[in-house]
C-alpha cells in the first residue's frame, strides 16, 4: 500500500539520544544501530564498524512521523506540489510515510489513474507515500468507485476528502461495500446546506467581520450521522480533520459503544482559533474552519485522552497568485509537513498542553494504526523508520526553507521550537538539517 | 496542564501601523471620532462660504478605484477630493483592466506605480483593502468592503446625529433590518458603541447574525422595541444579495408587514436615518422617508464635509496622534 522510489539503505549510528517510542515503553538514552537500513541494535557504546555517527547527545530519537491526510496535487497541478517535492517537505518534516488524498485532477477514481500514480511515486517519492482513492466517482457523491479492484491495485484507503458523501443511502453502501477491501473509509464531514458560502467559523468573529458562517454543526451533524450509519452497519471508518467539540463528544460516544471509529485533528485547529482570522489573512482559511476557543480546547483534550488517535496536517498547497487575493476569494487550504512537529510542540508541549509522549504516539502509531499500516517502531528487526528531534532548537519559518512547492504556511515568519534534524524512512536517510 | 484556551498571540501576523489607513471604525480610538467629527465641522462651516474649494490638499493625489456600484459615496469622494484641491482620479471596475481579469493585487500595483497619496477603494470582498494597504505606498481608505466595513458611512452618521440630535453618549439607537449582509451596521455598531451609544438590533432573527451581540449591542426581533431608541436607523433590504432559496424570509411582504418602519411604529419627533439607497415600501414607509425628522438627506451632506475630514487627516495628521491643526488655519 505504501511506494517509494527504490535505491540504497543505509548505515548508521545514532549515539547517545534519548530514545523514545512511547508505544514500544522505551525511554533511555542509549545508541542505535541501522545495518543495510533496519534496526540492528540498541545499547550504549556500540561499535560503529564502518557506520556513518551521528551525534544524538541532547536530541531524542522516536519513530518517524505518519501524515495520514496530504494533497500531493498529482495528477493535475504540479505546479502546486509533485510527488518529489511533496515527499521530500514530509522528509523535512520528520515523516516515514504520507498518505495522500484523492482529489486530483483528474480524481483518483479507476484504476489506471491509481496505477500512473504508483509509478510515479516508484520512480520519484523521497519517502513512502500511499494512495486513496475516492469513495465515488468523479468524487460526485453518486456512484461507488470499483473499491475491490482499486484495493488489489494498492489503495491505501478510500476518501471523497474535500467533499462529503451528502446521500446518506449512499453512505450507507460505501459502508457496506469497503468491508469487503480490508481498507480504511476516510470520511469528510460536512452537511453542504449549512456551511453553503461559509468562509469562517460562525461565531461573534464571523459577526463583526462579515463573513459567511461555517457553523461547527455543519460538521457535527455529518459526524453524528456517519457514525450511526457505521454502528448500524458495524462497519468502521475515519473521521478527517475534526474541528468541533460536538464532533468529538459524538466520536467519543460512539468509541465507547464499540465503533471502531479513529479520528485525525490538524495542527492549525490545534494551535488557532476564529480570533486568527481578524487578520484576514488568507493563509488562515482552510476547510474545515478555525474554530472557537472552547472547540480547541475540545480537540486538545480529545487529542490528550486518544479519542483523537491521529495528527495530520491535511498538507494543501495551493499556488501563490491564488492565495494572494483577498480572504473571500482565496482557496481553502495551508501547508503542514514541514512546520507540524514544531507547530506542536511550541504551541501544546512546552506549554504544557500535551506530553510529548502523547504528540509523539499521536504523530506515528496513531495515524499508521488507523489506515492499519505497520506502524514505526525503535526496536531491533524493524526498518528504520527514525526522526532525531532538537526540541531546544529555535528556528523561523521563512518561505525559502520549504521543500514544498507551495509556501501558503500560516506560520511564515514565525520562530519556532522544536527541530527535524535527521529523517531516516524505511532504512534511507531522507533529510538532514 | 496548562490554561488551554490561550491561543498564542504570536503565531497572528504583525498588526498594521495604525492610523495609515482608514479601514475599519474598530482601528480608531474615541479621540480619532473626535478629531475627525470636529474636522468635519470645520469644513462644514466653510462649505457656508460663496467659494467652497480650500487649498489644503493642493498636490495630493486621491484615486478613487469601485469595483462596486455606487452613487453617494463615489461622488462624495471625489467632490470631497475636489473642495481640498486634490488632483483626483476615479476609475469604475466595468471598463477596465479588471474586465479582462486582472488581480487586484496587480491593479493595486500598477495604481501604485503611479504614486497616488490616497487610495479610496470600494470592493465586494471583506479585506481588499487591505490587499491594497499591502501592495502600495498610498494611504487606503476603505469605501465599503463586501459585509465587512463601510466606515466613512458611520463617522458621517456619527456628524449628523451629533448634528441634528445631539449628544451620542447616553443615546439609544435602533438598527433595523438587514444586519447580517450589512456593512454599514456593522460599521455603526463598532462606532456608536465607541462614542457611548446604546445600540439595538431589530430584526428577524436570520437576519441578526449569531454572535453579534459580543459587539455589545442588544438584539430584539419585536419592531415594537424601536419606539424605546432616540434615533431609528433603518438598514437597506439587500434584495441583492438574497440568493434564491435562502429563505432569510420567507417573503419580502411578510418582511415589511412585521419589521417595515411606518408611521404608526414611531412616536412623534424620533429621528430617522437610512444610508440609502431606500427600497421605499420595503424597508421604510415612504411616509416616514419624506417626514421632517428623516435626516437622510443630512446624512448624504454629512458625507462630503466627513469624507473631506477622513482625506485631510491621513493626509496631515500622520501615523503617530499629534496636535491637531485647525484646517482653516492651514487653508
Known amino acids: 500500500m505504501l511506494f517509494v522510489r527504490g535505491g540504497r539503505s543505509d548505515d548508521l549510528v545514532v549515539r547517545g539520544a534519548r530514545v523514545l517510542d512511547p508505544a514500544e515503553g522505551v525511554d533511555a538514552v542509549c545508541d542505535v544501530r541501522v545495518d543495510g537500513g533496519t534496526i540492528a541494535q540498541l545499547g550504549t557504546n556500540l561499535e560503529t564498524n564502518e557506520h556513518r555517527v551521528v551525534d544524538g547527545s541532547g536530541l531524542v530519537l522516536a519513530p518517524a512521523f505518519v501524515d495520514p491526510h496530504v494533497h500531493l496535487r498529482v495528477p493535475g497541478r504540479e505546479d502546486e506540489e509533485t510527488i518529489a517535492s511533496g515527499t521530500a517537505a514530509a522528509a523535512a518534516g520528520g515523516y516515514c510515510a504520507i498518505l495522500a488524498m484523492p482529489n486530483t485532477e483528474p480524481v483518483v477514481d479507476s484504476a489506471a489513474v491509481l496505477g500512473s500514480l504508483i509509478e510515479d511515486a516508484q520512480a520519484h517519492a523521497e519517502i513512502p507515500v500511499g494512495f486513496l482513492a475516492a469513495i465515488t466517482r468523479g468524487q460526485e457523491g453518486a456512484e461507488l468507485t470499483e473499491m475491490a479492484e482499486l484495493a488489489d491495485q494498492g489503495a491505501a484507503g478510500f476518501s471523497d476528502d474535500g467533499r462529503p458523501v451528502v446521500a446518506p443511502g449512499l453512505m450507507r453502501r460505501a459502508l457496506q461495500y469497503h468491508g469487503i477491501t480490508g481498507r480504511r473509509l476516510a470520511l469528510h464531514c460536512e452537511e453542504p446546506t449549512l456551511s453553503k458560502g461559509g468562509q469562517m467559523h460562525e461565531g461573534a468573529v464571523s459577526a463583526e467581520l462579515g463573513f459567511s458562517g461555517y457553523p461547527s454543526v455543519a460538521e457535527s451533524t455529518m459526524v453524528e450521522r456517519d457514525l450511526s450509519l457505521a454502528a448500524y452497519e458495524g462497519q468502521g471508518l475515519h473521521l478527517l480533520h475534526l474541528s468541533a467539540r460536538e464532533s468529538v463528544e459524538a466520536l467519543r460516544a460512539a468509541q465507547a459503544k464499540g465503533v471502531a471509529a479513529t479520528a485525525e485533528v490538524t495542527p492549525h485547529h490545534l494551535c488557532l482559533t476564529d480570533e486568527a482570522v481578524r487578520t484576514l489573512d488568507p493563509n488562515l482559511k482552510m476547510n474545515p474552519p478555525l474554530r472557537s476557543a472552547d472547540d480547541r480546547a475540545a480537540l486538545i483534550e480529545g487529542l490528550r485522552d486518544g479519542t483523537i488517535g491521529s495528527v495530520a496536517t491535511d498538507h494543501a498547497p495551493h499556488a501563490r497568485h491564488e492565495k494572494e487575493v483577498p480572504f473571500e476569494a482565496a482557496p481553502f487550504g495551508v501547508t503542514g509537513l514541514e512546520t507540524a512537529f514544531a507547530a506542536l510542540y511550541t504551541s501544546l508541549v512546552e506549554p504544557g498542553l500535551v506530553p510529548l509522549e502523547t504528540l509523539l504516539e499521536r504523530m506515528s502509531t496513531g495515524p499508521a494504526q488507523a489506515y492499519g499500516l505497520e506502524r514505526p517502531r525503535i526496536a531491533v528487526g524493524e526498518p528504520a523508520n527514525l526522526v532525531l528531534l532538537d526540541t531546544a532548537a529555535e528556528w523561523k519559518v521563512e518561505e525559502r526553507g520549504f521543500r514544498s512547492r507551495s509556501a501558503n504556511s500560516w506560520l511564515l515568519g514565525h520562530t519556532l521550537k522544536g527541530q527535524v534534524r535527521l529523517t531516516v524512512a524505511a532504512g534511507r536517510v531522507v533529510h538532514e538539517q | ?331
Open chain 2, 1 to 331: 496542564m496548562g490554561e488551554i484556551h490561550v491561543m498564542r498571540e504570536d503565531f497572528l501576523p504583525p498588526k498594521p501601523p495604525p492610523r495609515r489607513h482608514l479601514i475599519s471604525i474598530g482601528d480608531l480610538t474615541r479621540d480619532d471620532v473626535e478629531r475627525l467629527l470636529a474636522t468635519a465641522r470645520s469644513f462644514a462651516r466653510t462649505l457656508e462660504r460663496e467659494v467652497k474649494k480650500l487649498p489644503t490638499l493642493r498636490g495630493y493625489t486621491v484615486v478613487n478605484v469601485f469595483y462596486e456600484s455606487s452613487t453617494r459615496t463615489s461622488s462624495s469622494f471625489e467632490l470631497a477630493a475636489k473642495r481640498l484641491s486634490a488632483d483626483t482620479m476615479s476609475i469604475k471596475a466595468a471598463g477596465s483592466s479588471v474586465d479582462k481579469g486582472e488581480s487586484l493585487k496587480d491593479t493595486a500595483l500598477t495604481l501604485g506605480a503611479y504614486d497616488p497619496d490616497v487610495i479610496v477603494i470600494r470592493h465586494p470582498q471583506i479585506g481588499a483593502p487591505q490587499l491594497v494597504a499591502r501592495y502600495t505606498e498610498a494611504h487606503v481608505v476603505n469605501a465599503g468592503d463586501g459585509k465587512h466595513q463601510h466606515p466613512t458611512q458611520a463617522l458621517l452618521d456619527l456628524f449628523t446625529i451629533r448634528e441634528e440630535v445631539g449628544p451620542i453618549d447616553g443615546l439609544h439607537v435602533a438598527i433595523v433590518g438587514d444586519v447580517l449582509h450589512s456593512r454599514v451596521a456593522r460599521s455603526n455598531i463598532q462606532a456608536l458603541t465607541l462614542m457611548g451609544a446604546r445600540v439595538t438590533l431589530v430584526g428577524p432573527p436570520p437576519l441578526l447574525p449569531r454572535g453579534i451581540e459580543a459587539m455589545g449591542c442588544e438584539l430584539s426581533h419585536d419592531i415594537g422595541s424601536i419606539a424605546a431608541a432616540d434615533v431609528v436607523y433603518v438598514l437597506r433590504m439587500q434584495q441583492e444579495r438574497m440568493q434564491e432559496g435562502a429563505n432569510y424570509v420567507p417573503s419580502l411582504r411578510e418582511y415589511t408587514a412585521r419589521w417595515g418602519v411606518t408611521p404608526e411604529r414611531l412616536r412623534p419627533g424620533q429621528k430617522v436615518m437610512h444610508p440609502g439607497p431606500m427600497n421605499r415600501g420595503v424597508e421604510i414607509d415612504p411616509r416616514v422617508a419624506d417626514a421632517a425628522d428623516a435626516l437622510i438627506e443630512t446624512q448624504v451632506r454629512a458625507g462630503l464635509v466627513t469624507r473631506m475630514a477622513v482625506l485631510y487627516d491621513l493626509l496631515t495628521t500622520g501615523p503617530v496622534s499629534v496636535k491637531t491643526p485647525d484646517p482653516l488655519e492651514v487653508a
